[in-house]
């Protein structure tokens, strides 16, 4: 049997739904909490859900493994040859987060033959010592069925999270032993499986369906399922071995358990890749590798040059969270900053060459009014247009990304076009001509202020005091807490009432896959408190979200 025959035979991917036909507290598979899935998670007291009357979680979705969590997984599984040959289709996002959309969007005919050609190509490359790790039993033959089996279940537990049930492993137990019969070779057919394997929607989607709790309406994931979750936020990549078995021995059934191992797993390498990977997305870093500038205008902006920017930032994170575990909101207004060559260059440190490739911690020169992520050339550079600033995009940024406060859609047909002439030397002139104009005021009047405050960076970041001649007023005002230049905004930023519970929401958008709802709020505001009687410490926060029934409970579905 071929490998497309034996995903038919199996579980056609395109129609899987995941919750149709199953019983409270059966797995994907068939197997309940009771023969081989996990214990309950949640109900600090032993005897409920220990949730406040009025919290009612959004309702369940499964949601489909992000291109970044598809590859780590299979190169934990399966080795780094096999991660170099998966071609998982590209993330999409909605309300600005690739998890959201994960758990919105349907599969496409092109995404699922995406999924067959990567999921061939990884088999092939697949590590021969890891895969021989999962059977102890030397093959008697190209057919030998119980050797096989016992592949099938030690693989198969960790490709999907949880225990093969009986009638899984028949079925593919036949499938390998056709294609090992077929090829007169067993490990053709453990090939077979792996690639069947991958294809198959307990693997491509986190299974995050639950079982019903004390309370109607409220569904607690069981342990292997939170594990899932857990591993798959804090690290990018599928849970391990040890993390299944602390799940079905009951280690995630309540709050304290997770934190626990959520403190962990953030000792962990691939935690800090994963927040490096969460700051990319939210802050919008991985967008510099194709923003467009004009050449003419900023000569000095190259691909190598946008790279550099966006390791600086993720740099400051890293040494405010992973290596003095301090105030994150020290990432607003920072009086340091990482620097190569090319960006100390940029930044017109001296000597510039004295830095190399590594990147050095430095304090920047204080008459640039630089500090913290807005003063990043990065930053200054995503939030522009292709030949000159725009107050609006930084505004905008940080009105939204930021604060996460909502910016009312424009009227229809409104002239976005910006005066032009002579008598309008400099940005600020020119928009506070457009800002006369009524239908544009309202909008603007919310962003334009703030992003006057950067006047003093240009396009690509570089600082200036004038512009066609005229000397650039920086005097800017957030919610009336007056700033000029990025030092004092990002001040302003990080005192803001409403930055560090956005951070909060940002985080928990990424982490669950959905926008919170109102019958989350009141745990949302948990661990906003949390977060803050703890000094503002990312690890805290990350530790805190993960312990609260907003994150290990669900709706039903709907």
């Known amino acids: 049997m071929s490998a497309i025959a034996a995903i038919a035979v199996l579980q056609p991917l395109g129609c899987y ?155 593919y137990a036949a499938v390998a032993t056709a294609a090992a019969s077929d090829f007169d070779d067993f490990e053709y057919g453990k090939r077979t499986v792996v690639a069947t394997m991958l294809q198959s929607p307990n693997f491509l989607y986190m299974v995050e369906i639950g079982e019903p709790g004390d309370t109607p309406g ?33 280690g995630l059934d309540d709050a304290a358990g997770v934190r626990e191992a959520a403190t962990a797993m953030l000792e962990s390498t691939e935690a800090r890749e994963s927040l490096a990977d969460f700051a990319s997305e939210v802050y919008r870093l991985r967008e510099l590798a194709t923003v467009p500038k004009d050449p003419t205008v900023y000569p000095s902006f190259t691909p190598a040059l946008a790279a550099s920017m966006a390791k600086e930032t993720l740099a400051v994170l890293g040494d405010i969270v992973w ?38 911690r430095v304090t920047l020169p204080a008459e640039q009014l630089r500090g913290g992520l807005l003063g990043h050339a990065g930053m200054l550079s995503l939030l522009g247009h292709v030949t000159s600033t725009s107050p609006t995009y930084r505004g905008k940024f940080v009105r939204q990304q930021l604060l996460c406060q909502a910016i009312p859609a424009p009227p229809n047909n409104v002239d976005t076009q910006l005066p032009q002439g002579e008598q309008w030397q400099t940005m600020r002139e020119r928009l506070e001509a457009h800002m006369s104009e009524p239908s544009c005021a309202g909008c603007h009047k919310m962003m334009d202020p703030i992003g006057l405050g950067l006047e003093n960076y240009d396009g690509v970041g570089l600082f200036r005091t004038t512009e066609n001649g005229a000397t650039i007023d920086a ?17 302003a930023i990080r005192e803001h009432t409403d930055s560090a ?58």
């Open 17 to 171: 739904t995941g919750l149709d036909g199953r019983a409270s507290g059966e797995g994907p598979g068939g197997g309940s909490s009771a023969d081989g899935g996990s214990s309950t998670a949640g109900g600090e007291d032993g005897g409920d859900d220990g949730v406040g009357a009025d919290f009612e979680p959004a309702p369940v979705r499964l949601r489909l493994l992000l291109a970044r969590q598809y590859r780590h997984s299979v190169r934990d599984l399966l080795g780094a040859a096999a991660q170099a040959a998966a071609t998982p289709p590209v993330d999409a996002a909605i309300n600005g987060f690739d998890s959201v959309a994960a758990a919105q969007l349907a599969l496409t005919d092109a995404k699922v033959e995406a999924y067959e050609a990567s999921a061939r190509a990884v088999a092939d490359a697949a590590d021969a010592t890891l895969l021989a790790a999962h059977h102890s039993c030397v093959p008697s033959g190209p057919a030998d069925d119980a050797c096989m089996r016992e592949f099938i279940s030690g693989f198969g537990r960790l490709a999907f999270r949880r225990d093969v049930s009986p009638d899984e492993l028949d079925d």
């Open 218 to 250: 409220i569904r607690r994931l069981t342990g292997l399922e939170l594990a899932t979750r857990l591993s798959f936020f804090l690290r990018d990549t599928t849970p391990d071995a040890a993390l299944l078995d602390l799940a079905e021995a009951g």
């Open 323 to 360: 290596e003095r575990d301090g105030d994150v909101r020290e990432l607003f207004d920072a009086d340091f900053t990482y620097v190569d060559a090319q960006l100390a260059a940029h930044y017109g440190l001296p000597d510039p060459a004295q830095y190399g490739e590594s990147f050095t």
């Open 475 to 491: 005097n800017a005002d957030l919610d009336g807490v007056a700033f000029a230049g990025a030092r004092t905004l990002g001040t």
């Open 501 to 558: 519970p956005c951070l909060m929401r940002n985080l928990f958008r990424h982490a669950t896959g959905h926008i919170e709802v109102d019958g989350e709020q009141g745990e949302l505001d948990e661990i906003a408190a949390a977060f803050a009687d703890d000094g503002y410490r990312m690890k805290t926060l990350m530790v805190e979200l993960v312990a609260s029934p907003a994150f290990r409970m669900v709706g039903d579905a709907t």
